[in-house]
């Protein structure tokens, strides 16, 4: 690390952050940090902001009004400065069509004073098969663990990553998981953007929640989680609801509790996880001659806790 | 947060290369993209020694007034400034409208490699291919009986890199320009074409002077200036300032149009 860079601090911060397309407003007075040596997740559904607000931090864009720091400087002024220690992994392309995968990882290399072996990297992300494969005739998962390499070429002390495991297999996405884990323990800071609740649960020490260019939650996976409600139930029954049916549930359980509908035959209740809900819930359900499918009990997920905030489920 | 033992695989050492490497690294990259590319070969040198050769063999039908200079003489010049053309215009278009596509300058742009440093690389990449390109058709246009003018080699020799420098600066510029404003589609589709139309009708692979009553609007078109500058060159000896003056103008129009225009996404 450079003499001269503030080695403390948080590795990102994002004040106020304003960012317009036109009229349409894409971030709107969003505040953030993060903590170096942590992984964190930002996460929401699609045009929430994620990118932008990513891409405002990479140097690409200048905060229509707000301030954005990242290792300490100006991601818009001091982009010379800040771009050889920072890895970016984009949502999608940035390599020529006909530019095989090492060679475009050799050349990305190439612009680095240090880079890492891209033999040992290339073998990591199971790139070894395909390293003459012009980039076109990739496959989709193929040229996400390119993205990434060419992210983690130069030995950045920060990374942002975008959407890292989309259109990746499951095991891809294990393998992915693990790597970006083993950044964290080297000291790399990550930053990643998901719609998948479980890879922001899986891997975040830190989980900042974003819809409609707004911060609506932020803490670790545990606390949001947990938050102020213990329980959750989810109820699926047969034959759709009757109408009316969420409001006369929530007179039913008293004004502890949130009921949302998920969709025609499913509910979601959160409150006291004492056993009186549960029986509320099952006697509401004979009184109105519905017939429960399932009635499930259990911690709060992370997509609990968005449906909670935004009463809209997170669509990957 | 404790210092990650130095052994690990991923510990941060942070570092741009020094930027000749880069720009070194870059010109390399996109050289040999160019030259990888069918449809570009085709365009660099392809067209060009058909147009040479056809030419030559039918020079005598088609009864072109040549000013008592023999075919080949004439032709050659002009077809080395169809390759120009056909690179610095039209393969610089097709190639930055598809890198805008891909992504590729964006992700360019989050690399060490600073802006001026890609432009840079751009450019050698860009004078090497012109370079290959320009080699290759001297050797063809010599075995089909090419002589040059050997009357002043160094006016001949300054005046014919000072021609391809500026059309290359011209060409180029105005590429660019409608790269960052159009789709790649569009680009592909409009640079094609106009290459076409300018080396049908607009005076670089014959003199200017050919085309009758249309040629005192044709000699202001940029193809029209570098093939009459390489012709003045090579079949004359001479230096034709107004040809160059019009490249330069058309390099200072392209440049600021792309400067005022040109998005990296």
């Given amino acids: 690390m450079p003499a001269d ?12 952050l304003v960012m317009r397309y036109g ?16 992984i964190t997740a930002v996460l929401g559904p699609n045009g929430a902001g994620k990118t932008t607000t990513l891409e405002t931090c990479e140097g690409y864009r200048r905060p229509r009004s707000g301030t954005v720091r990242v290792l300490g400087l100006d991601p818009h002024a001091d982009r010379r400065e800040l771009l050889p220690r920072i890895g970016v992994m984009l949502q999608a392309g940035g390599a020529w069509s006909g530019v095989r995968a090492m060679e475009m990882l050799d050349h990305v290399a190439s612009l680095h004073a240090h880079p890492l072996d891209t033999a040992m990297l290339s073998d990591r992300l199971g790139l070894g098969e395909c390293g003459r494969t012009p980039y076109r005739r990739l496959s989709g998962g193929q040229q996400q663990r390119l993205g990434l390499a060419m992210a983690l070429v130069g030995r950045p002390e920060l990374v942002f990553v975008d959407e890292p495991t989309a259109g990746m297999d499951p095991q891809a996405r294990r393998a992915t998981w693990e790597l970006l884990e083993e950044l964290r323990r080297d000291g790399v800071t990550v930053v990643l953007t998901t719609h998948h609740m479980d890879e922001a649960e899986h891997l975040a020490d830190t989980i900042h929640i974003i819809d409609h260019g707004r911060l609506i939650a932020s803490g670790s996976p545990t606390e949001l989680t947990s938050g102020g409600r213990s329980a959750t139930i989810r109820l699926v029954v047969t034959r759709p609801f009757p109408d009316g049916a969420p409001e006369s549930l929530r007179t039913a359980l008293g004004p502890h509790t949130e009921v949302t509908q998920l969709d025609a035959v499913s509910m979601l209740i959160t409150g006291p996880a004492d056993g009186s809900t549960l029986g509320t819930v099952s006697a509401w359900c004979e009184r109105h001659d519905v017939l429960p499918e399932s009635l499930s009990l259990g911690r709060r997920t992370l997509e609990d806790v968005f449906l909670e905030l935004t009463g809209r489920e997170l669509v990957g | 947060m404790s210092s990650p033992p130095p052994t690990s695989t991923f510990a941060p050492r942070p570092g741009a290369a020094p930027l000749h490497r880069q720009v070194a690294a870059q010109a390399r990259m996109e050289s040999r993209l160019m030259l990888r590319n069918g449809e570009q070969l085709l365009l660099a040198i392809v067209i060009p020694v058909i147009v040479l050769v056809g030419g030559v063999a039918g020079a005598d039908r088609l009864g072109l007034d040549l000013e008592g200079h023999r075919a080949v003489d004439v032709l050659t010049p002009g077809v080395l400034a169809l390759a120009v053309m056909s690179t610095a215009f039209t393969s610089v278009a097709i190639a930055t409208g598809f890198e805008r596509r891909y992504g590729v300058i964006k992700r360019l742009g989050a690399s060490p490699l600073p802006r001026h440093g890609l432009l840079l690389g751009k450019v050698l990449a860009l004078l090497n291919v012109v370079a290959l390109q320009l080699v290759s058709l001297v050797v063809v246009g010599l075995l089909l009986g090419w002589r040059p003018t050997l009357e002043h080699p160094a006016v001949s020799l300054a005046s014919a890199v000072l021609a ?13 320009f409608v790269a960052g404003v159009l789709r790649a589609e569009a680009v592909l589709a409009l640079a094609n074409l106009v290459y076409l139309l300018l080396m049908a009708g607009g005076g670089v692979v014959l003199p200017t002077s050919s085309y009758g009553a249309a040629s005192g609007a044709i000699q202001w078109l940029p193809s029209a200036a570098l093939g009459d500058a390489m012709r003045s060159a090579l079949v004359d000896a001479h230096l034709d300032a107004t040809a160059l003056l019009v490249l330069i103008a058309w390099g200072v129009v392209g440049t600021l149009l792309t400067a005022r225009t040109f998005t990296w996404e």
């Fill in chain 1, 5 to 16: 860079s503030p080695a403390h601090g948080p590795a990102v911060e994002v004040e106020d």
């Fill in chain 1, 23 to 38: 009229d349409k407003v894409a971030v709107d007075g969003l505040s953030l940090r993060v903590e170096r040596g942590t």
């Fill in chain 2, 164 to 176: 391809v420098a500026a059309g290359t600066w011209a060409f180029a510029s105005l590429g660019l």
